[in-house]
């Protein structure tokens, strides 16, 4: 069993950054793929961006290339979302998941674990 909890969100500027943490709890942390999604109002959950096990492949979504980077510290369980040059077509609540699938990680049916998500909105 996986426990996610997401922070970090929060109003911002458009063109502003915010950094988004996910602490897990789990012994076996670096053995899960990570992965952001975001779902706005009135719309489905979206794809953002994936890190696989123990730090290696990252995977992004056109929408956010360039402007957002997953990164990962197994040591301390967590998994980070900095995100830079914000728009408002960004606002969303973001969620942070974990699987052991090595393949998918676009999908969020791949995804075994969920937080309970963190408000982003940024204002033009």
């Known amino acids: 069993q996986v426990q996610l909890v997401e922070s970090g969100g929060g109003l911002v500027q458009a063109g502003g950054s915010l950094r988004l943490s996910c602490a897990a709890t789990t012994q076996a942390f670096s053995s899960y793929a990570m992965g952001w999604f975001r779902q706005a109002p009135g719309k489905e959950r979206e794809f953002v961006a994936a890190i696989g096990r123990y730090g290696g492949n990252t995977n992004y979504a056109d929408s956010v290339k360039g402007r957002i980077t997953i990164s990962r510290d197994d040591a301390r369980n967590m998994v980070y979302l900095q995100m830079s040059g914000l728009k408002p077509e960004d606002t969303a609540v973001y969620y942070c998941?974990?699987?052991?699938?090595?393949?998918?990680?676009?999908?969020?049916?791949?995804?075994?674990?969920w937080g309970q998500g963190t408000q982003v909105t940024v204002s033009s």
């Open positions: 998941a974990a699987t052991t699938s090595l393949f998918g990680w676009t999908f969020d049916g791949t995804y075994d674990y």
